[in-house]
């Protein structure tokens, strides 16, 4: 099954990506029957008829880690810290709101909306490289957002559509995927704002597990824990078969399109991608989405298994006997190359 990967690297740990990821593909083609294991969240569901959450999927479980040493982790840890669990991170968002709205008044690219049979997945450029979204039952005219960074934006997209807001879908806490909560929640006061209840998430109204599913007029999104970039990290799956359409991950910040930095200079396929993202960007036109078929041909991320990645990463550690700990060490490696990137 085609899915649109609706977001721009792995940003969490290694160790716990490498099997994380295997659980999205597994269940962007799970079969119908586990559909019907599923609840639907919805706002006025009652207490009484709560079930319990199912467990994580062994395809979630965790596998140890060999730490490594990076010269900017102290650094990195430090400044992680202070911006999410002070207001000095708050002010920052504020701070690159406010820069990339004066350099990009009118968004940094231009998007184009994916229409499917009575449904509209329509981005919203945010910050300086960024995207928000908007899913719309075009038949009920309901949306929903999915990571509303810029509040001012999405409100825009949302009275150029003439739709009502219903619900607001966090991946994580971080201020860029978050910071519109507020202003979008009290603006509409039937909004619901989704997410998991280990992130921190501010204004939450609906707590989230694994496998469970948000009901939008005909929309059916499906939340999958994905723990690493945050303890709470959530990507949302947009079931198409409804409306014959492709099923769509929004991916927040566990899966960026193609990842970052050149680690395999002989794939064609990624210098193609490499030359039209350049043609599109030189245009101001957006580069998202991509398929996850796409990106398993040059995004390294997803590439673990292969020879000329490991080839082209240079000698590792050494054989474990363990083929998934030998590749969450590569994904660990590709990680810390990403964190000393500069791009040009």
Request: aromatic fraction near 6%; glycine fraction near 8%; charge should be positive.
């Amino acid at each position: 099954m085609a899915a649109v990967v609706a977001a721009t690297a792995l940003k969490g740990r290694g160790a716990r990506n490498a099997r994380v990821l295997r659980g999205i593909l597994a269940g962007a083609t799970a079969n119908k029957a586990s559909h019907n294991r599923t609840r639907a969240l919805q706002s006025h569901s009652s207490p009484e008829g709560k079930e319990e959450p199912e467990p994580l999927s062994p395809e979630l479980e965790y596998i140890p880690r060999k730490r490594g040493k990076n010269p900017m982790k102290a650094v990195g840890l430090a400044w992680y810290s202070l911006y999410t669990r002070t207001w000095l991170g708050y002010l920052f968002y504020r701070q690159q709101l406010r820069r990339a709205r004066n350099r990009y008044p009118k968004g940094h690219s231009k998007t184009q909306p994916r229409l499917f049979n009575g449904v509209k997945v329509l981005p919203i450029p945010v910050l300086s490289d960024n995207y928000s979204y908007l899913i719309i039952d075009t038949q009920a005219q309901l949306a929903v957002a999915v990571d509303p960074s810029d509040p001012r934006a999405v409100q825009a997209s949302i009275e150029k559509e003439g739709v009502t807001l219903v619900a607001i879908l966090c991946t994580h806490k971080h201020w860029d995927h978050s910071g519109g909560n507020r202003d979008l929640s009290r603006r509409h006061r039937d909004c619901r704002v989704y997410g998991s209840p280990q992130d921190g998430i501010p204004y939450l109204t609906h707590p989230l597990c694994h496998q469970d599913v948000v009901s939008v007029g005909r929309l059916q999104i499906r939340a999958l824990a994905t723990p690493g970039h945050t303890q709470g990290h959530l990507v949302y799956l947009l079931d198409g078969e409804p409306y014959k359409g492709p099923s769509c991950l929004f991916s927040g910040d566990l899966l960026f399109l193609s990842g970052c930095g050149v680690v395999e200079p002989e794939n064609l396929a990624r210098e193609r991608k490499m030359q039209w993202v350049q043609r599109q960007r030189l245009e101001r036109k957006g580069t998202c989405p991509s398929t996850l078929g796409e990106e398993r041909s040059y995004n390294p991320f997803l590439r673990t298994h292969c020879l000329a990645l490991q080839e082209a990463l240079g000698p590792g550690p050494g054989p474990t006997g363990d083929d998934d700990y030998s590749r969450a060490q590569l994904l660990e490696e590709l990680r810390r190359l990403k964190d000393m990137h500069k791009s040009k």
